[in-house]
Each structure stands twice: as C-alpha cells, then as structure tokens.
C-alpha cells in the first residue's frame, strides 16, 4: 500500500540526506528541502539520485491520490515543496554538465478576459513535479501572447484553461490560430476549466480535456505516448 | 396582479460569533488592508486611490488602506436602501429584517430524462425568465438565469441575456460586466426605467482587476447601486479555516467598498459573499457542504455588524447532479440558516449540479422552499385576536370544532404555509387516484401551465425599439473592434 509506505516515510527520522528529502517532500518542509538538498550537494551524492529520491516520492503521493488515500492538498503541497528546490538541483545537474531530461514541454495559460489562476497553476504545478517543463503564460493571455510563446520555446503541448463561458470560445480562436499559422500539427492542445465539457473540447478541435489537474498530467503523459 | 413581496424576519438572527470573535475578526481585516495590502490591477484605481491618503505601490500594484480611512468608508455605505424596478410593484427594500430570495443561475439547461446539461435555446430561456418572473417567493434575478443560449455569439451573450430579461421580467436584479458589455446594459436599463444592481466581481486572493473596476465607475456614474462580489473556495484562494477566510474575504470586499465609497460618498452597495469550500479531491467548488452554510451565517453576522446590506450568494447552488433527495436537503439547509442569521438576500432558486446548470422546474420546487423558509422567519403574531382566548371559551371542550368559526377563516392562509408542488395528498389511496405524481412531476406541470399563461408586464413600443437599437450599437462596436 502506497499510503503505508508514505506513513514510513513520514515517520522515519533518520539522518541520511535522501530519507530527509522524501520526508521534506511528504511533509511540505521547503526549509528542510533546500537544506537537506545543499547537505546532499555537499556530500557530493550525485544529482540525479537526489532527483530520483523525489520523483519517487511523487509517484507514491500521485498513486495514493489515485486510490483515494490522499487529498489535492498532498499533491500540490509535496508537489510545490519539489519545486521549491528544482532551481538548486537543475545548477547541480548543469554543473556535472549532464542534462535533465523532461518528459515534454507545455505552455500553459488562462486564455483572455479570464483571469481566474488557481486550476492552471495547479495544473502546472502537478505537470513540473511529475517530469513536464511548464511555461506558465498567467492569466488573461491572448492568441498573439500564446503564439509568441509557442515561438520561443518550441512546446510539445499548449494547455489552455477557461472558467467563463464568456471565454470558453477564446479556446477555439487560439485552436485556429494556431492552424493558421501552420503551427497545429506539431502541438497537442489540452483545454480544461470549469466552462469547459469533453464534448465542447472536441468540437473547438482540442486533442484532449479533462475536469481536474491531476487527471490533467496523465492527459499529458497519454497525448504525447509516455509510459 | 400578483405582489411580490420579502419575508419580514421577526427574531433575532442567529449568532455564531460572540463579540469577542466579531472584533478579532474584524481586527485580522484591517490588520490586512493596512499591513499586506489589496492589488489593483488598474493604473485608474492606484492613481484615484493614492490621492485619498492610501499607500500605493505602483510597481506590484499593492494598495495599503489607513484605518480611519476604512472606517471612515464603512460607516457612509448607506445601511439600507431602495432598489427600483420598472413597477413600484417589484421595488425591492434592503434593510436589516427583510429577506428576499433571487434566482441562481446555472451553465446550461438540464435535461429532466437523461440529467445531461445542454446549451438551451433562446425560447427556453424566454420561458425561464417568464416562470421567474411569475414565482412569488423569487424576488430578484441574477445576471443570467442561464449563461447564454444557442447559437448567440460569446462577444454578444450579455446585451443579449439583458435585453430579455428586460422585455420579459420587471423583476430587478443583478448586472454582469464583460468586454465593455455593462455600457449597453446600463443604456437597456434607463431605457425601461429600471434599475440594475452591478456585479463587482474580485479575482481572489486580494486582487481587483481593471474590468471590475469599470464597472463600478460605469455603474456608480449612471446611479445604479453595486455589488462587490466575492469567491473564495476556503483552501484554495482563501485560508481553510472560516474564521481565516472570512477577515481576507472582508479585506477584499471592504478595499472595494472604500474605493465606491470615496468615487460616491453614500452610494448604494449590497455586498455579495460566494464562498464555498474547496472539494480537495476534484479541486471544483465544494457546494451545498456545511461549510459553506457556516461560512454565510459568520458573513451574515459580520456585515449585519458592519450595518450593510448583503446577499448570501452560494444557498441555492448544491453539488446535486438530479433534483432529489440531495439537492432537497441541501438547498432546505443552506436556504433556512442564510435566512435566520440576517442575509437581505438568499440566492436560491433553479440551479442544479453548481453552477453547471438550471431548470425551471427545479426553480418552480425551490420556490417552495423559499415559501416554508419566509414563513419560518416571519414567525408567529402574539396578541388578543391571535391568542384567541374568547374563542376557546366559546368553543369549550369536544365535540366542539374551531372549523367553521370565522376566525379560522380568517387566519388559517396566514398561519399556514401552502406548497405549490408538493405532495400533500392524504392517503396512499388518494396519491394513486392522482396518478402517483412525485414533486417533481407536479414542479413539471405547474412550469408548463406558467409558461403558457403568465403574461409579465410588457415594454412599450418604443422602450422595445430602443433596446433593439441598443444591441445594434453594441454590435457595431464589438464589430468595430474585431470581436464581433
């Protein structure tokens, strides 16, 4: 049981660097994260096993979230803890002049005259904790802003959000936009939001929707044939 | 012609918080306006507000408001007030005991044989605002009831939703805003002789942005009252704990209210309060749970303090998928502890599965438990006549009968509340002979009958021209500025 095996996690008080860092995670301590992360730059323990520590962790809050053992406060808590000290690691990892290797890149916005952010934030922080690279474009982003972006970093996936009715169909103007430019064929688009259904993500021309963040990075995983 | 009329609330509200708890509250609220601050996402706004002695940080955006400055605010909002409508008939009166109910909107129409929401079409929602406007315990309207209908263009949905609400419902009402729709609306609005209550609606935590803030000044210039609205999801954008939420959500409002206020000393504001939990599985709104009933009694407690009038926005909306047991119990709770601890307003009818859809037939059903709610609060008359004392003298003791005595004749219609759609027949044998009908089969034939014979009160020919030439104009400026 995934749940059991986060309660020894939690309940281990062992000094090793990388028992500290799990149990960082599952406690959402950001202080201890970073610190126990330089105590592990320190001791020179390498980067990626440190990195490996923390996917593992994530993957047993995800399966437990999956199972109803645990709650979206554990997903996004955990996930943003991880976060917290991505930047560190990512020096670490560039330092021994290795690379991060990401599962896709997605660029992730609440399309305009929306300015509700809780869903997409959510939904890019459980994309980076399981191995995405998010670009967070903010709220109230036009087509124009979303085609610059899709310009500067060459994106796997744009994920749109809108929560209105009113800009639910700004989700389409971005959709052709983007075959306008020729642009669609090589990006998946995913759309959610509380306007938004299954059935009105297929006839905007959307590869794929679903109704919460954490179903949102399997979405992800499924459209670009990971795992 | 039918009046509508509010329910008078004869009692005390119910109090969660002691005094004690009201002024730590209200202290944690000031201690965040003063100290963290309220983001104004609006150069108009940081401008206007730094020349009123707040401090303002033009760089984040971050307003920080003194505290004589926002007591100052609070005690000219007007405690009570006038909103008129079209008919004298429909004015509604906002003051410490009166409670109305007003219609909750929902995304779609739901279908009653498969409960799958639907885009309605534009003669559904034409009936749906006739059967609102025909309920006599559904006192006022959203800004929808649905949020638009097929085929009219997004760009368009607000002058258009508007327009048909003004031709067929003299009911008053909230007004939304969206893409500069709000200065169509409040044209339409003037040209019916109405008045619109305009939605203010913060992006939380502690933010405003530019749009809202139009339409306070739109609103405010052309006389209508506003209504700062909030929508937290404790949780989520607010902290989880009620107590928390409810002095961050206060901050929100009150920066709002200072800034109506300083715009217009003593203009007319009915502060709106839409907070629900959040459902820490889905991530979605949490409605119809406890918490969102608590949050409205210590929301109603509070502004009542403040002496403001407000409206308990999240009652009606419950996360039920069909009319049925659930969403019975959910609206009955939510509705009666809203009414008993002070809201001026319980928005409540016709909204099925939270915001995802409405019917009128579920509106036609809550319209009853508005009625059951309003007669609670309106309580019980104690005096010589209702005490009846010469009456139970004359009557004596049995075989005597107080059925046919002129003063039951006279009081049972008062003292009793009778449901339009429930079942009230008495026997197991009776409800066979009627056909076995449910409430909501009842709820379904009543809304036909309604929709087929109500007539609301109509515009004349020229407020109907003029309205069209409205939504011609808001075309032509939506075209011109390609969004149309």
């Known amino acids: ?227 | 012609m039918m009046f509508k009329k509010g329910f008078k609330r004869i009692f005390k509200p119910l109090k969660l918080l002691s005094e004690e708890d009201v002024n730590a509250i209200h202290a944690v609220t000031l201690d965040i306006l003063r100290n963290t601050g309220i983001k104004f996402v609006s150069k108009w706004a940081l401008n206007f507000l730094k020349k009123h002695d707040c401090i303002v940080n033009d760089e984040d955006q971050i307003v920080k408001f003194p505290e004589g400055l926002v007591e100052e605010c609070i005690r000219k909002t007007p405690s009570s007030f006038r909103f008129k409508a079209r008919a004298e008939k429909d004015d509604v009166i906002f003051c410490k005991d009166v409670v109305y109910f007003q219609e909750a909107p929902g995304m779609h129409i739901l279908d009653l044989e498969t409960f799958k929401p639907r885009p309605p079409t534009k003669q559904e929602y034409i009936d749906y605002v006739k059967v609102l406007d025909y309920l006599p315990n559904c006192h006022l309207t959203s800004p929808y009831p649905y949020f638009g209908y097929e085929e009219v263009p997004a760009i368009m949905l607000m002058p258009e939703l508007m327009a048909i609400k003004f031709k067929y419902s003299s009911m008053l009402g909230l007004s939304p805003y969206q893409s500069d729709a709000e200065i169509f609306i409040i044209q339409m609005a003037q040209t019916v002789s109405t008045e619109i209550c305009g939605v203010i609606s913060q992006a939380p935590p502690l933010t405003w942005f530019d749009n809202a803030i139009m339409q306070a000044r739109r609103c405010i210039e052309a006389g209508f009252p506003v209504g700062p609205c909030s929508g937290t999801t404790f949780g989520a954008t607010g902290p989880v704990t009620l107590a928390g939420t409810v002095a961050k959500t206060n901050a929100e409002l009150i920066s709002m209210l200072v800034l109506v206020q300083l715009l217009k000393p003593g203009h007319r504001t009915l502060m709106l309060l839409f907070e629900v939990p959040q459902n820490m599985r889905t991530g979605a709104p949490a409605f119809g749970q406890i918490g969102s009933t608590m949050a409205n009694a210590l929301y109603n407690q509070m502004w009542r303090w403040y002496n403001i009038p407000l409206e308990a926005c999240s009652p009606g909306f419950i996360n039920a998928k069909t009319p049925d047991f659930q969403s019975g119990y959910e609206k009955a709770i939510n509705g009666i502890i809203s009414a008993v601890s002070g809201a001026n307003i319980v928005q409540f009818h016709g909204c099925i599965m939270g915001e995802l859809s409405a019917h009128p037939v579920q509106a036609v059903m809550d319209d009853d438990i508005a009625g059951m709610i309003g007669r609670f609060i309106e309580g019980v008359d104690v005096n010589e006549e209702t005490l009846a004392l010469d009456l139970i003298h004359e009557v004596g003791q049995s075989p005597g009968h107080y059925l046919g005595k002129p003063h039951t004749a006279k009081w049972w219609k008062l003292e009793q509340f009778i449901p339009k759609v429930a079942d009230r027949t008495a026997t197991y044998d009776d409800w066979l002979k009627k056909g076995k009908k449910s409430s909501i089969d009842l709820a379904k034939e009543k809304t036909k009958e309604i929709i087929q014979t109500h007539n609301p009160i109509p515009l004349n020919d020229k407020q109907e021209e003029d309205i069209q030439r409205i939504l011609e104009d808001a075309r032509q400026y939506y075209k011109k500025r390609g969004m149309l």
Request: charge should be negative; hydrophobic fraction near 45%.
């Open chain 1, 1 to 227: 049981m995934n749940i059991q095996k986060i309660e020894e996690i939690r309940s281990n008080v062992s000094n090793d660097p990388l028992i500290k860092l799990k149990r960082a995670l599952i406690t959402y301590d950001q202080e201890l994260a970073k610190n126990t992360l330089e105590d592990i730059i320190r001791q020179k323990i390498d980067s990626f096993v440190a990195l490996s520590s923390m996917i593992e962790v994530m993957k047993l809050i995800g399966d437990a979230f999956e199972r109803e053992e645990l709650f979206l406060p554990d997903l996004v808590g955990s996930g943003e803890t991880m976060l917290s000290v991505m930047p560190i690691l990512q020096d670490e990892i560039k330092k021994a002049g290795k690379e991060k290797r990401n599962l896709g890149k997605v660029i992730l916005g609440t399309v305009r005259g929306d300015v509700h952010s809780i869903g997409k934030t959510m939904v890019g922080t459980l994309l980076t904790a399981n191995g995405f690279e998010v670009f967070d474009l903010g709220v109230d982003v036009s087509a124009g802003k979303f085609l610059e972006a899709i310009k500067k970093y060459d994106p796997d996936i744009i994920a749109m959000s809108a929560l209105l009715t009113t800009t639910a169909l700004e989700q389409k103007i971005i959709i052709d936009t983007l075959s306008k430019e020729g642009l669609r064929k090589h990006i998946k688009v995913m759309v959610g939001g509380g306007a938004i259904t299954e059935e009105f993500a297929m006839d905007i021309g959307a590869d794929g929707y679903e109704s919460t963040a954490p179903a949102a990075v399997g979405l992800a995983k499924k459209l670009l044939q990971i795992e």
